[in-house]
């Protein structure tokens, strides 16, 4: 550990207005992540101060690290990473009425919105006008720069971006939730999947594994698009009734036209109108991966039976915790695997290599040693 980061304990006061946190951070596309002090703003009547106690490894935080959606979201740096939060608050502003010390709460992938335009006003913060603010790269509008995420001791943030976490649930398998989970539950609840249905998953990932538990947990009858075989004992265990080998056009033409919903998770570019010829009449394949380059489509598949093609992307402050509580209800959790912080260069390498299963999360306490 650095001397710096041995001379910044929690609470240390910078000015009257801000306090030094320990974080882990890039400092350049190439550099890797490494200790960093930051600062984090004392809190206002309405903010909630929370101590980190588990952060998902999203694999945004690779793509926004390395810079790589530069023409959307270009990274400026320093960069903390994380937007997958489970921690205990420490401290609430004055105003605050939803959270004490001591409660378990989460910070997901948005920390401010504009809260007035129509999809604000609708719960759906996600979408606002003028874009939310996000957990860390966007514009800090207290401290100036932008903001820092979860790889981090503490974070605070307005209540009305912190959500409850039910101590039914093991908080490290919660935060991934805060993300993978919400991105994948969202879709699935908007296009009413329910009993009866059968549902189509592609890929099984950190999004993917999440949607065959919330799809299974609905009641569909789940089946798992894999291009790897040795992926079909996991989708089982986790709840699809059927794996199905994406390159076995044989396999696929099984299916054509008989599905009502398909979530399409995988974020490599790839071949979406296979898909498209598996819906029934009026289904719907939603994208919740982002493929760096546009994918071709082949509108006729749309046409002849009034598929729709869709996307999705996270999900509002009401229907994340409306997933909190239902995982709560139903034990549902993200596969984990747990690291120190000290581990994050090459955790981001094996997340490259898909050599996860199936989120890593790190153990903030690793932040003091």
Known sequence: MSEAMKQTPLQKETSSKTYAARAYAASGERSGLAPLSIRRRVPKPQDVQIEILYCGVCHSDVHQV?????????????????????????????????????????????????????????????????????????????????????????????EAFVLRVSDKLNLAGAAPLLCAGVTTYSP????????????????????????????????????????????????????????????????????????????DTVSAVHNVNAYLDLLKREGTLTLVGAPETPIPVRVFSLLFRRRQLAGSIIGGIRETQDMLDFCADHG????????????????????????????????????AQ
């Open 66 to 158: 390395r810079n790589e959606w530069q023409n959307v979201m270009p990274t400026v740096y320093p960069c903390v990473p994380g937007h997958e939060i489970v921690g205990r608050v420490v401290k609430v502003g004055r105003a605050v009425k939803k959270f004490k010390e001591g409660d378990i709460a989460a910070v997901g992938c948005m920390v401010g919105s504009c809260g007035v335009c129509p999809n604000c006003r609708a719960g759906e913060e996600q979408y606002c006008d003028l874009l939310p603010t996000l957990t860390y790269n966007s514009q800090d509008k207290d401290l100036g720069g932008v903001t820092y995420g979860g790889y981090a001791d503490s974070i605070v943030v307005d």
């Open 188 to 263: 699935l609840r908007h296009w009413n999947v329910r009993k009866g249905q059968k549902v189509g998953v592609v890929g099984l990932g950190g999004l993917g594994h999440m949607a065959v538990k919330f799809a299974s947990a609905f009641g569909a009858r789940v089946v798992l698009f894999t291009t790897s075989p040795g992926k079909t004992e996991d989708a089982l265990r986790l709840g699809a009734a059927e794996v199905v080998i994406s390159k076995n056009e044989s396999e696929m033409q099984k299916h054509a036209g008989s599905f009502d919903f398909i979530l």
């Open 332 to 367: 549902v959790t993200a596969d984990i695997e747990l690291i120190r912080i000290q581990q994050l260069n090459e955790a981001y390498e094996r997340l490259l290599r898909g050599d996860v299963k199936y989120r890593f999360v790190i153990d903030a306490a690793s932040l």
